[in-house]
């Protein structure tokens, strides 16, 4: 069940891609920190180059014990999001690297509004799919604070 949680971090992370510089006017927005449904990991997302890639930035302590028993010292700074690329409508389509299964799937992400992406990964093809809501936030420890008072 952990590793499956990472995978749809991964996946999350992955629809907060933004686009390739020639369209970075664009797809900027989806340029930032996004973090998945429980908090527990944050991805910026940004240029990579001729792509756009995304990489975690923050990882609670049981995500990155989840990591570790999978084998990677830390998932801060893990690059989960790989040439994503526009595909039309501000959507995007790429590639997610998932540390806790040592696997790679396509994946896509569609921006609701400015705030709100929805990630989505799939094996198979795009017969197997997961998506989750992700959230942008203004910073790595924007909320992580407030939880801790």
Excluded: H
């Excluded at 994946?107 to 998506?131: H, N, Q």
Aim: glycine share 8%; aromatic share 8%.
């Amino acid at each position: 069940m952990r590793k499956f949680s990472l995978f749809l971090v991964a996946l999350a992370a992955l629809v907060g891609a933004a686009c390739a510089p020639a369209y970075a006017a664009d797809n900027a927005r989806g340029y930032g920190v996004w973090r998945n449904p429980k908090d527990n990991v944050r991805v910026e997302i940004k240029n990579c180059g001729t792509s756009t890639c995304g990489v975690v930035v923050y990882a609670s302590p049981k995500a990155e014990a989840d990591a570790r028993k999978s084998g990677y010292q830390t998932l801060v700074g893990q690059q989960l999001l790989r040439d994503f690329e526009p595909v039309g409508n501000g959507n995007m389509r790429g590639k997610v690297f998932v540390p806790t299964l040592k696997v790679t799937l396509s994946g896509t992400a569609e921006f609701i509004d400015a705030r709100t992406m929805k990630a989505k990964g799939c094996v198979l093809g795009r017969v197997l799919c997961k998506s989750q809501i992700w959230t942008r936030v203004d910073s790595v420890t924007a909320r992580l604070d407030d939880r801790a008072s």
